[in-house]
């Protein structure tokens, strides 16, 4: 087999850490649809880092939509491979059967030769250069199956704070930012955390610096609706962002009950402007 394409990063990674990313994928129209019309629902987990857990945790996710969803974990670093292959092995997983839905295999940008329907990276490319993520992102859109979807992504240790952009084959799809509403102290709080793609663009006259500029002033706008606490006041801000008469972002109408504070735009709505 040739080498992995892409380099070796630090593995950290955490228990429950991607549970925003996770629970917006499951309730994604997009990525349900694509899961669910998969003529085989493969996924491809890149780069799980140090331990085997996220994998597993979007397996299990996953299943809920589709329930013969297989999930491949691919690490760039062998030693990584090796310990999630023997973790899932000691917990008895394979021999009972639970966990045969999930594998660990060598693999990079690639995808190991792999044709998933769905590729979610996590704190992939963020170590890299920018200059790094077009072709990455190209490498991994030419592997994918007919209808096939990315999630490149970002967030903080404990994933409180979490961007992310949806790609199809033929580009970005859509930002999302999702972060816990009781932790934050305003929108803009999620932009340390934005993808590479976007993180050097938060900048005034870029659309991105736009978008969280007015959640900013949209959010202290709707301070009084904080008195029924910080999830009503997220759905608010989501509402006011739309308004005609404060920029009409076309957000995405939010889910009716939604633990996480959750702002959804097309792509074009933050595309960096060279
Ligand atoms: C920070 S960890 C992220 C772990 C997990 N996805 C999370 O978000 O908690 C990044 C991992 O990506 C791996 N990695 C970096 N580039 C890769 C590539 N091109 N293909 C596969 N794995 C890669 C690194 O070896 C590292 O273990």
Redesign the pocket.
């Given at each position: 087999m040739s080498r992995?394409?892409?380099?070796?990063?630090?593995?950290?990674?955490?228990y429950n850490?991607?549970r925003r990313s996770d629970r917006w994928l499951v309730h994604s129209a997009r990525v349900r649809t694509a899961l669910s019309a998969a003529s085989d629902p493969l996924v491809v987990d890149?780069?799980?880092?140090?331990l085997p857990v996220?994998t597993l945790e979007l397996a299990a996710r996953l299943q809920s939509v589709r329930a013969d969803t297989r999930v491949v974990g691919?690490?760039?670093?062998p030693e990584?491979v090796a310990t999630a292959r023997a973790l899932v092995l000691q917990a008895g997983q394979d021999a009972s059967g639970r966990h045969t839905s999930v594998e660990f295999t060598l693999?990079?940008?690639e995808l190991a030769g792999l044709r998933p329907v769905l590729v979610r990276a996590?704190?992939?490319l963020r170590?890299y250069p920018v200059e790094a993520v077009p072709e990455a992102w190209a490498t991994m859109q030419h592997r994918l199956a007919p209808g096939g979807l990315i999630v490149d992504g970002t967030?903080d240790e404990l994933g409180r704070l979490s961007c992310w952009v949806l790609l199809d084959a033929t580009g970005p799809v859509s930002l999302t930012l999702a972060c816990d509403p009781f932790s934050i102290e305003r929108p803009s709080d999620l932009a340390v955390r934005l993808p590479k793609v976007l993180i050097h663009h938060n900048v005034p006259g870029q659309r991105i610096h736009a978008l969280l500029s007015a959640a900013d002033l949209a959010w202290a706008s709707v301070a009084g609706h904080g008195v029924f606490g910080p999830r009503v006041r997220w759905r608010a801000m989501l509402e006011l962002l739309r308004d005609e008469n404060f920029g009409g972002f076309p957000v995405e109408p939010p889910r009716r009950r939604m633990r996480d504070g959750v702002l959804t735009v097309p792509w074009a709505t933050v595309a960096p402007l060279s």
């Amino acid at each position: 087999m040739s080498r992995p394409v892409g380099a070796i990063t630090r593995g950290t990674t955490g228990y429950n850490r991607l549970r925003r990313s996770d629970r917006w994928l499951v309730h994604s129209a997009r990525v349900r649809t694509a899961l669910s019309a998969a003529s085989d629902p493969l996924v491809v987990d890149l780069g799980y880092g140090a331990l085997p857990v996220t994998t597993l945790e979007l397996a299990a996710r996953l299943q809920s939509v589709r329930a013969d969803t297989r999930v491949v974990g691919l690490e760039i670093h062998p030693e990584r491979v090796a310990t999630a292959r023997a973790l899932v092995l000691q917990a008895g997983q394979d021999a009972s059967g639970r966990h045969t839905s999930v594998e660990f295999t060598l693999g990079g940008f690639e995808l190991a030769g792999l044709r998933p329907v769905l590729v979610r990276a996590f704190n992939v490319l963020r170590q890299y250069p920018v200059e790094a993520v077009p072709e990455a992102w190209a490498t991994m859109q030419h592997r994918l199956a007919p209808g096939g979807l990315i999630v490149d992504g970002t967030c903080d240790e404990l994933g409180r704070l979490s961007c992310w952009v949806l790609l199809d084959a033929t580009g970005p799809v859509s930002l999302t930012l999702a972060c816990d509403p009781f932790s934050i102290e305003r929108p803009s709080d999620l932009a340390v955390r934005l993808p590479k793609v976007l993180i050097h663009h938060n900048v005034p006259g870029q659309r991105i610096h736009a978008l969280l500029s007015a959640a900013d002033l949209a959010w202290a706008s709707v301070a009084g609706h904080g008195v029924f606490g910080p999830r009503v006041r997220w759905r608010a801000m989501l509402e006011l962002l739309r308004d005609e008469n404060f920029g009409g972002f076309p957000v995405e109408p939010p889910r009716r009950r939604m633990r996480d504070g959750v702002l959804t735009v097309p792509w074009a709505t933050v595309a960096p402007l060279s």
